[in-house]
T-cell receptor, first 114, second 113 residues
């Protein structure tokens, strides 16, 4: 089956720094990638949808200047959390879909901001 | 407002019994409804997808029903095993299975030996 990877799996950073999370589709080309955030004991909340080569579409309430998304190729999307603060600590999960109309999820990245 | 609700936050049942999880939605017209399994600290894993024109879908010990009149889906695990213990998420797509997915809050299922 299709595999989506995320890197890093865990990251701890100081408040005010920026963190980049990568999402890769390993064996297929992803025309669309999605980024989710999940707080403890809560469900996944969609943050943004990105299509290769175009600007991401952000969900209501998600600051596009704080969560920078780049989908530069059909196998890679990156999420950069700029000037991270403790309230940004969360589990970030990406998913990728191909033209076959299925969506595959990555293993997630645990971000802890001190 | 749009809502996806899963019947209970946690469900605890005896091994070998059938686990039934409920997903109700309001103010959505989903083209697809999906069920995922999520283990602690991991991403969700796709289990089953059912389309709006389908009533039931089965896969091994799993069965999903979809009632667009009641706006409800039921997810059954028969002959449950302790390894089935996880959080199960219901999710809706309004256009295609590759379009935006909205997740329910999840039900944490525990199967006791």
């Amino acid at each position: 089956g299709a595999v989506v990877s995320q890197h890093p799996s865990r990251v701890i950073c100081k408040s005010g720094t920026s963190v980049k999370i990568e999402c890769r589709s390993l064996d297929f080309q992803a025309t669309t990638m999605f980024w989710y955030r999940q707080f403890p004991k809560q469900s996944l909340m969609l943050m943004a949808t990105s299509n290769e080569g175009s600007k991401a579409t952000y969900e209501q309430g998600v600051e596009k200047d704080k969560f920078l998304i780049n989908h530069a190729s059909l196998t890679l999307s990156t999420l950069t959390v700029t000037s991270a603060h403790p309230e940004d600590s969360s589990f970030y999960i990406c998913s990728a879909s191909s033209s076959d109309n299925e969506q595959f999820f990555g293993p997630g990245t645990r971000l802890t901001v001190l | 407002s749009q809502k996806i609700e899963q019947n209970s936050e946690a469900l605890n049942i005896q091994e070998g019994k059938t686990a039934t999880l409920t997903c109700n939605y309001t103010n959505y017209s989903p083209a697809y409804l999906q069920w995922y399994r999520q283990d602690p600290g991991r991403g969700p894993v796709f289990l089953l997808l059912i389309r709006e024109n389908e009533k039931e879908k089965r896969k091994e010990r799993l069965k999903v029903t979809f009632d667009t009149t009641l706006k409800q889906s039921l997810f059954h695990i028969t002959a449950s095993q302790p390894a089935d213990s996880a959080t199960y998420l219901c999710a809706l797509s309004e256009y295609s299975s590759a379009s935006k997915i909205i997740f329910g809050s999840g039900t944490r299922l525990s199967i006791r030996p």
